[in-house]
């Protein structure tokens, strides 16, 4: 999985196309994380990835930052895209990040959890498996009833 901020890279001479990439997956004894940040759908794609690391018990994805379509859309996942990569990954819990703090892009900075909850309603799925914080909440992620593995 790949997460692309190469038009953000250019602040050097020669302005090269590089890009950025940031996944993380940890395998402890406690929950699982897979911090997703900054994953721009046509990159995100876990091919093999749950095969490798199995379900995760937390997954963080960015659910902001992402208007214009026509500009943000191979930066950022909206938050449709977000809901889409908690089912891919299989997460248990996802954590909604990147939104609400700074004005980035053209969406109001209140948006993405409205377009969040809409997205997790017509997938049907549960609001309450994709946290959205508020600045400062902290919250407790129980224990998984087992250990999952690749083999799940």
Known sequence: MNASHAAWRRRRIPL????????FACATEKPAMN???NS???HHTPIGFKNHFGSFDL?????GAYAPRW????????SVEAVQIHGDLHAR???AVHWGTFVLTDEPLDEPPQQLAAALDAQRIARDSFWVFMHGETRTLAPATRV?????
């Open 71 to 78: 500009f943000m859309q191979t930066q950022h996942v909206n």
């Open 16 to 23: 090269t196309a590089t890009a950025f990439a940031a996944l």
């Open 93 to 95: 819990q996802s954590l």
């Open 40 to 42: 721009a759908k046509p």
């Open 148 to 152: 999952r593995r690749a083999a799940d």
């Open 59 to 63: 997954a963080a994805l960015p659910i």
């Open 35 to 37: 911090p997703h940040h």
